[in-house]
């Protein structure tokens, strides 16, 4: 991603828009560039699902000290598959990372895929048709520093979270 974007994120007001080739990179990557760059105060991310992979990844970043605070919105269909005993059953590890991290998420019928980061100066908004894990599909992501439509999500978001 760091080649991709030449080490550089989206200035103020400025978006960029990407579409990946057989799993050339995937959501992750963006949240791994930009808590490089700069700490990540906090997290939202939307999402079918998270993958063990992605969320261990951020566990390290929260370690490190890039990653101070995420809340997840997840579709139903991961809490599911502990249920069935899927393939893709690991939403007990998702809740254990969860809470050792003290992240929230909330599970709720759920497919939009929005990423939001704040940092000490900037609002990125990750919008993509990508799911939170590794997926070696052509995705698109429109990836911007924004305040004003990081606001629009955020407030949309801490709505979701009170109907709940």
């Known amino acids: ?3 991709i974007l030449d080490q550089c994120l989206p200035s103020n007001d400025e978006c960029i828009k990407l579409i990946s080739f057989d799993g050339g990179f995937s959501s992750i990557s963006f949240i791994s560039l930009v808590a490089q760059k700069e700490n990540i105060l906090e997290l939202i991310a ?6 063990e992979k992605q969320f261990i990844h951020l566990a390290k970043l929260s ?12 579709s139903t ?18 809740e254990e990372v969860c809470k050792i991290n003290n992240w929230k998420h909330i599970v709720i019928n759920n497919h939009s895929k929005i990423i939001l980061m704040r940092t000490q100066n900037n609002y990125y908004v990750l919008e993509t048709s990508s799911n939170l894990n590794e ?19 955020y407030d ?3 709505l979701l979270k009170g109907r709940i």
């Open 46 to 51: 939307s999402s079918l699902r998270i993958g």
């Open 77 to 94: 269909l991961m809490k599911e598959d502990k249920k069935k005993k899927h393939k893709y059953d690991y939403y007990s590890k998702f």
């Open 1 to 3: 991603m760091d080649k």
């Open 135 to 153: 997926n070696p599909k052509i995705e698109q992501y429109s990836f911007e520093n924004n305040k004003e439509l990081y606001d629009f999500y």
């Open 156 to 158: 949309f978001f801490k």
């Open 63 to 74: 370690q490190a000290g890039r990653l101070n605070k995420a809340t997840f919105f997840l």
